[in-house]
């Protein structure tokens, strides 16, 4: 996920590659990165996690799991050096509480970005919460940098839960219902390479439909269910199964095991 935030981040500017150090924790992701370039630059990568203190910015990408571990890292340093502006610290750990951040890295303004995949291709949700307000400049200068990979919200911490339920997790319940319908089609007649891009069509249609034409989804339910037609016919095969209420328990279940993380 940092790959792919700092990309359009270099590409339009809003970053310079001379400004951006990679802090990694082995020799072998050092070497990945260092072998890779991100908007057609190559890098700075090193494995010395006092680098990163340095910085008036750290994005932090790290599995929750190893939070202590950079923490006593940061603790360690000398102090950091003074900034013109707060430091920041950006936390992309799903879960990870502002609390806990704000104690572990006291020096910082701790922020929490939720991203979903879909930024990869610059159509991601992002959620932002803070608990210590950022000065308005840092803020908008957030707000700036995570509307170049999709859309932005401004959170209080307890929604970001759900929002990472439905956000996050759901790319996978969507990529769950379309290789369903692409199965469906198949089973039915259509070549698996024609049922799955038209799968992939349907979805991204519907998704535009409702949205530009401001409807509910029940709306447009209704738009293509004649009486004993072919689509209700299908509806009454996902009712019987279940579909409406394993999403829902979906969406509900990801957001409670966020809370669990946290």
Known sequence: MAKALLEPWLEEGLVLPT????????????SRWAHSTLAGHTLQVDTDPALAWRAPVVLL??????????????????????????????????GVRLKRL????????????????????????????WGQEPPLESRAWLEQLF???????????????????????GPAFVALVAEGLADGAVAAGLPRSLAQGLALRTLAG?????????????????????????????LR??????????????????????????
Not at 65 to 79: F, K, N
Not at 118 to 124: I, K, M, N, T
Not at 213 to 225: E, G, N, R, Y
Not at 241 to 248: E, F, T
Request: net charge neutral.
């Open 19 to 30: 400004s951006v150090r990679a802090v990694v924790a082995s020799e072998a992701s050092k």
């Open 206 to 234: 519907t998704a535009a439909l409702l949205e530009q034409k401001d409807l509910h989804p029940a709306q447009l339910k209704d738009m293509v269910s004649s009486p004993a037609g072919t689509t209700m016919a299908g």
């Open 147 to 169: 509307s170049r990979v999709g859309e932005v919200w401004a959170l209080p911490e307890p929604q970001l839960d759900a929002f990472l339920a439905l956000t996050s997790s």
């Open 102 to 129: 704000q104690l572990l890295f006291p020096t910082r303004i701790c922020v929490r970005a939720v991203v979903n995949t879909p930024a990869l291709v610059r159509c991601g949700l992002t959620a932002l919460s």
């Open 61 to 94: 990408a790290v599995k929750p799991q190893q939070l202590d571990a950079v923490a006593s890292q940061a603790a360690a340093m000398a102090p950091e050096p003074s900034f013109a502006t707060p430091p920041l610290l950006i936390s992309l750990l799903a």
């Open 237 to 262: 095969e996902l009712e019987r199964s279940g579909l409406r209420s394993a999403l829902l328990e979906a969406v509900y279940a990801a957001a409670q095991r966020s809370r669990e993380l946290g």
